[in-house]
């Protein structure tokens, strides 16, 4: 069994620039790339920490996590207050705790899904879920969850391979796999945050060199051989 470990903190700048590395070994297109990177900008801007589970306020609390509070005491709600294993441990119980929590650029979470990427990827990602903040595995997880998620849903919603997606297409494919495929987009919050990684993905499209797209993430570009 793996031992934790710290993984050494790197700036946003350094975290893009492993980003964007991986990025063109990846066999996505230009606005494939340029899709997935805009979404992490608008997600976090490159910044890789983990899910903070610390709230000053029981009120707060029951806002973010109104199902899971639904029926609590004002004594064990108050018991979950600027207490980040105990409400980690709480809300992500069925996941295995706190230890599981989200990581990485798309903030992976639950030791199933740590599990899944560790074998995908070749790394100890069980044992040692820091590595999940590390900017080169974060962004070979990110590949490999688009592999899963974006690939078919690229198929499904424009009956073409993501590869033939124009940038606004690549762009709503990408974020619909990181947000959810079944929501609402056309108002409201969503709608706004669609039309933010829109812009950040066509931005991002004029700082990447030539690209030539070789068949979207082959195995062993995702495992990083």
Known sequence: MGTDIKVKAVSNTEAAKSARKVMATSGLSKEGQAAVLGNIQVESNFKLKPESLYYTSADRIRQIYPGKTKGLSAGQLNSLVKNEQK????????????????????????????????KRLGVDLVGNPDLAL????????????????????????YKKHINKLNINEAADVVTRAVQGEGKDYSSGFLAKHMAEKKAAAQAQYKTLGDVKAAGFISQKNVAGN
């Open 87 to 118: 409400l980690g441990d709480f809300v992500y119980g069925s996941m295995r705790g706190y230890k599981y929590r989200g990581r990485g650029f798309i903030q992976l979470t639950g030791k199933d899904n740590y599990a899944r990427y560790a």
């Open 134 to 157: 590390d900017p080169t595995i974060a962004s070979r997880i990110t590949l490999a969850y688009m592999q899963d998620r974006a690939f078919p849903l690229a198929l499904k919603r």
